[in-house]
């Protein structure tokens, strides 16, 4: 029994690395576009330095060690996250992405692009770890944010336009962190030995208010986009936090300590819009 758990859990393991999987905010969508669909594919990588603390369960010592992206698994061979937009009117779209340790919805309202001096768009939007394609202790995790964005055009050459990507904004909900685990603190006869690099260490979850910015650029030509925002958090403030670690051998999760992070998203899709907001060939009339 003990070789099937060990089994499956190298084989969520390796799902996860393979699908780049991370905790992060949804991606700035860009400047309103009007009524419209599109669709896109992200690929994603995160740094958020952790310091975690293990307890024995036979002496009671305490040891810690570190891990540099408590948010998230960096091995984004797939796409990290896959979502849709659909523009209601000029001045409201919606939005919905999944991935494997959460999924999100997301409501915008503002001035969209071609509006003087710059578009703009209120956010509003939500992630669940439940909607997510992983069950593990993800599932618990959930998350509530506001954001107001910023995209000031930067530039347009014929049909292509380059809009900055800019917003400031709050959150709120229960993380999950997915850690690395040393080897000093797995069960000996765990048979991991060969997969040094596998998340097999202590799932935390906890409360954490964050202030949150992002900044970046976007390329828009006729149907196709892509983007890349370097997405910074602040953590203002943190509950007490709880973790599971099936396979930490002698020894029980005891402390989480992580205050700052940031991601990192590249994305390209397509957009099928009314055009209204699509400026027309510099020179044209």
Known sequence: MRDVGMRGALAGALILGLSGCIGAPGIPGGPLQG???????????????ARVTMQS???????RFRDAAGDAMNIPLLPSRLGGRVGLT????????LSMLDSGVELRAGLPEGTQPFPLALAFGMRRGSWGALERENRFSTEQRLRLEAYPRLAQLAYVRLNLISSLGVSTGRRYHPLYLPGRFRVPDDSSEGYPELPLGPEILREETRLEASAGFELRQRHFF???VLMPYVVTHAGQATGACGLCGNWKFDSYDAS??????ISVGVSFNAGKHEPPERGSR
Request: charged share 20%; proline share 3%; net charge negative.
């Open 260 to 265: 700052v992070g940031a991601s990192l998203f």
């Open 57 to 63: 369960t036979e002496d009671g010592r305490r040891s």
């Open 90 to 97: 000029d001045w409201f779209d919606a939005a919905a992405d």
């Open 226 to 228: 892509a983007s890349v």
């Open 35 to 49: 009524t419209g669909v599109s669709f896109s594919g992200s690929y994603g990588y995160a740094l958020s330095p």
